[in-house]
T-cell receptor
Framework: AQSVSQHNHHVILSEAASLELGCNYSYGGTVNLFWYVQYPGQHLQLLLKYFSGDPLVKGIKGFEAEFIKSKFSFNLRKPSVQWSDTAEYFCAVIPPSDTDKLIFGTGTRLQVFP | DVKVTQSSRYLVKRTGEKVFLECVQDMDHENMFWYRQDPGLGLRLIYFSYDVKMKEKGDIPEGYSVSREKKERFSLILESASTNQTSMYLC???????????????FGPGTRLTVT
């Protein structure tokens, strides 16, 4: 079945460490890609999105993601994490065949320790 | 600022009860969605609606129904609650997706439903 995969289920880092969270999708054709974040006790909110153009996308709070079409990937990165980045991160895709929907990955829980 | 509100943050119901979860958005969005969020499973789409009185099944519609009588309001109904419907329920809204135009779903705070 076509899907969105996040292989890192739980990531634990110390402050100032670099972060990379993987996201792979299995849809062919043109896709629209998103990263959402859910801080403890808060709404799910958009971190960044890719629709077209420069495959390196910059989002809020110093996050960025790179769309690599040949690898069907949209990995999220941050050079130096902070304790306040502790949250759950979700990758999501609008597939070309079903543009009414967002398909979410299973999420990655990030814990950052001071 | 887009605001999506849900009627309850926490709800406890008994098995067999009929449960209504309400969602209201204030940005005149065409599309509205209901998801459930479970650990290790991410967000799974239950139902969505792209217009008043219109609804489409998502990936896991069994045991649920929806109602959209007004554009700003989208209700999720559990006809006869069961323990396996204990979950976090998230409502979202968006404008209609237009090719090459930016798009975002805006989420409510969620309702944590426990069925005992």
């Amino acid at each position: 079945a076509q899907s969105v995969s996040q292989h890192n289920h739980h990531v634990i880092l110390s402050e100032a460490a670099s972060l990379e969270l993987g996201c792979n999708y299995s849809y062919g054709g043109t896709v629209n890609l998103f990263w959402y974040v859910q801080y403890p006790g808060q709404h799910l909110q958009l971190l960044l999105k890719y629709f077209s153009g420069d495959p390196l996308v910059k989002g809020i709070k110093g996050f960025e993601a790179e769309f690599i079409k040949s690898k069907f990937s949209f990995n999220l990165r941050k050079p130096s994490v902070q304790w306040s980045d502790t949250a759950e991160y979700f990758c999501a895709v609008i597939p070309p065949s079903d543009t009414d929907k967002l398909i979410f990955g299973t999420g990655t829980r990030l814990q950052v320790f001071p | 600022d887009v605001k999506v509100t849900q009627s309850s943050r926490y709800l406890v119901k008994r098995t067999g009860e009929k449960v209504f979860l309400e969602c209201v958005q204030d940005m005149d969005h065409e599309n509205m969605f209901w998801y459930r969020q479970d650990p290790g499973l991410g967000l799974r789409l239950i139902y969505f609606s792209y217009d008043v009185k219109m609804k489409e099944k998502g990936d896991i519609p069994e045991g649920y129904s929806v109602s959209r009588e007004k554009k700003e309001r989208f209700s999720l109904i559990l006809e006869s609650a069961s323990t396996n419907q204990t979950s976090m329920y998230l409502c979202a809204s968006s404008l209609e997706l237009v090719p090459d135009i930016t798009y975002e779903q805006y989420f409510g705070p969620g309702t944590r439903l426990t069925v005992t």
